[in-house]
């Protein structure tokens, strides 16, 4: 193994299964330091047979991508001929690289007795991630991270307590349940509700929450809205009020009415008190007629008391069809002439 990547130009390299993560990543790393990476030194090997061709000595480099307890990694470290390759550039590979960690090993973290490794070596380690689907369902997502956090949460010999799982590294868009996850931990409604409540829970939510955020305003909004009907009503009320008082002013002058001031009423209501005039007219009423008594033929007759009240009989006439008249005709006997009664209103 040599010091430092770009001095592997040129050598039989083993990148990994085609396909898989290890591959990817070698592929980025070399393209970024203008190494080949395709051509006879660059080798699609798995993990088991690259560890073989080093271990035989016909490659010279080879790419991991694995846990430091793999079997191949565990016995490649307690190889003789192979040592691990350090990483002197680890800050601007892990700038460049979103998702590579540097981890700084030290001598003898990995085995005490054995001593491995025996110097202190930098490494870069690409994070693993969980991807799921955006439809996958929010209690899925936080059941998920909950297994992840309880196998991974207490750490490593190279990783340190609830070290993961993290937003760290994560090169696509979070889910939302994953980052109110790492945020605030798993939510109240998961904790109490079952897998199906949940479920009709964050739909009714997805559905209420535009109504409520379009809702809200509107009612703030409302008395206003109806304070101005209201008043639009009693404009339009009050418009053929005033039509119908100037028709009925209109129609007065026409005639002839006189228009009567309400002080001029006379003081027969002036006990009344003050009152507020009609909104409208009040139906007329009929004006007192005055009508003659009328008096009995023959002598003797006198005025009947009823000739002159409301709703009395009038007198009848003689036989002889003449009527007595109220005025210029004396009574036999030399009874005194019938005299006029005050004439009385007839409703």
């Known amino acids: 193994m040599t010091d430092g990547l770009a001095s592997l ?7 990994g299964a085609p396909g898989s993560g290890t591959e990817a990543t070698a592929r980025a790393l070399l393209t970024e330091l203008g190494l080949p990476t395709s051509g006879d030194t660059i080798l699609g090997l798995s993990s088991v047979e690259a560890r073989r061709r080093l271990e035989e000595g016909t490659i010279d480099a080879a790419f991991f991508v694995s846990s430091y307890r793999d079997v191949n990694v565990a016995a490649l470290l307690r190889h003789p001929d192979v040592r691990l390759l350090s990483f002197t550039r680890d800050v601007a590979f892990a700038r460049n690289f979103r998702y590579l960690t540097p981890v700084r090993l030290t001598e003898g973290l990995l085995d005490l007795k054995a001593d491995l490794p025996r110097e202190e070596t930098t490494l870069m380690a690409p994070a693993a991630l969980l991807v799921c689907r955006a439809t996958l369902h929010p209690r899925v997502v936080e059941q998920l991270l909950s297994v992840a956090r309880e196998v991974h949460g207490g750490g490593s010999l190279i990783d340190p307590p609830l070290r993961f799982p993290t937003r760290e590294g994560v090169d696509l ?26 479920r009709w829970v964050v739909q009714l939510r997805l559905i209420l929450l535009p109504l409520v955020a379009v809702w809200v305003p509107l009612f703030k909004i409302l008395p206003w809205v109806l304070r101005w009907r209201g008043n639009r009503i009693l404009e339009r009320h009050y418009a053929l009020l005033r039509d119908a008082e100037t028709g009925i002013d209109a129609a007065g002058r026409a005639g002839g009415a006189p228009h009567r001031h309400r002080a001029d009423r006379g003081p027969a209501r002036a006990d009344r008190g003050t009152r507020a005039a009609p909104a409208a007219p009040a139906p ?7 009508r003659p008594r009328l008096a009995r033929a023959g002598r003797g007759a006198r005025p009947s008391a009823r000739a002159g009240g409301r709703g009395g009989p009038l007198a009848r006439a003689p036989a002889g069809g003449e009527h007595a008249r109220a005025r210029g005709a004396e009574p036999a006997g030399g009874a005194a002439p019938p005299h006029h009664a005050p004439a009385r209103p007839v409703a």
């Open 9 to 15: 130009a040129g050598r039989r390299i083993a990148i």
């Open 284 to 290: 007329a009423r009929r004006l007192p007629v005055p």
């Open 173 to 198: 868009p979070l889910h939302d349940a994953a980052d109110s996850f790492l945020q605030r931990g798993e939510s109240f409604t998961s904790r109490l509700l079952p897998y199906w409540a949940l």
